[in-house]
T-cell receptor, first 114, second 116 residues
Framework: DAMVIQNPRYQVTQFGKPVTLSCSQT?????MYWYQQKSSQAPKLLFHYYDKDFNNEADTPDNFQSRRPNTSFCFLDIRSPGLGDAAMYLC?????????????FGSGTRLTVV | AQKITQTQPGMFVQEKEAVTLDCTYD???????LFWYKQPSSGEMIFLIY??????QNATEGRYSLNFQKARKSANLVISASQLGDSAMYFC?????????????FGQGTRLTINP
């Protein structure tokens, strides 16, 4: 089945130690999104890729970066994780003519910072 | 300004009863879409139902229906005959625009608890 896969499912990292979360998709969608969701809050969009074009949200901290080496993969890099970065990170994909086709979400990576 | 507003932080409902989760939205676009997602404690975001701004009929998907009132800018989710497995966080979300990378913006969510 076509899907969006996030690895790892759970990630524990040390304060200040760089960490990378990965997302892959078999849907051939040209848009990929990264959301951060803290406990009991709404998912918050960090950035998205439209094909190779990177689009950062205005309030996304510089500590967060992203790479999309090809259509299938997208990575979220946190350069120096702080305790406040502990959250669920959700990857989603869509076509550029979303309509009712909607968005496909991965299962998320739950990040713990110790 | 808040684009999606869910005014019910928590709801408690008896099993088999119907429940309505409220959602209001704010947009100046003519073309937009409204989504409802269910998020169980495991964290995955499960798509439930979609309503396009030009759809004249309310969307339905099994036990889920969307009460779309365009003039009031509301898109309430109705779950009929609630089940214990419906206990989860529910998010209303909106995408704006027709083409390009259309960002999905979420409301704050409603935590639904179904009591036996």
């Amino acid at each position: 089945d076509a899907m969006v896969i996030q690895n790892p499912r759970y990630q524990v990292t040390q304060f200040g130690k760089p960490v990378t979360l990965s997302c892959s998709q078999t849907l051939n969608h040209n848009v990929m999104y990264w959301y951060q969701q803290k406990s009991s809050q709404a998912p918050k969009l960090l950035f998205h890729y439209y094909d190779k074009d990177f689009n950062n949200e205005a309030d996304t901290p510089d500590n967060f970066q992203s790479r999309r080496p090809n259509t299938s993969f997208c990575f979220l890099d946190i350069r120096s994780p702080g305790l406040g970065d502990a959250a669920m990170y959700l990857c989603a994909t869509s076509r550029d003519d979303v309509g009712s086709g909607g968005y496909t979400f991965g299962s998320g990576t739950r990040l713990t910072v110790v | 300004a808040q684009k999606i507003t869910q005014t019910q932080p928590g709801m408690f409902v008896q099993e088999k009863e119907a429940v309505t989760l409220d959602c209001t939205y704010d947009t100046s676009d003519q073309s937009y879409g409204l989504f409802w997602y269910k998020q169980p404690s495991s964290g995955e975001m499960i798509f439930l139902i979609y309503q396009g701004s030009y759809d004249e009929q309310n969307a339905t998907e099994g036990r889920y229906s969307l009460n779309f009132q365009k003039a009031r800018k509301s898109a309430n989710l109705v779950i009929s005959a609630s089940q214990l497995g419906d206990s989860a966080m529910y998010f209303c979300a909106m995408r704006e625009g027709q083409r390009g990378a259309q960002k999905l913006v979420f409301g704050q969510g409603t935590r639904l608890t179904i009591n036996p």
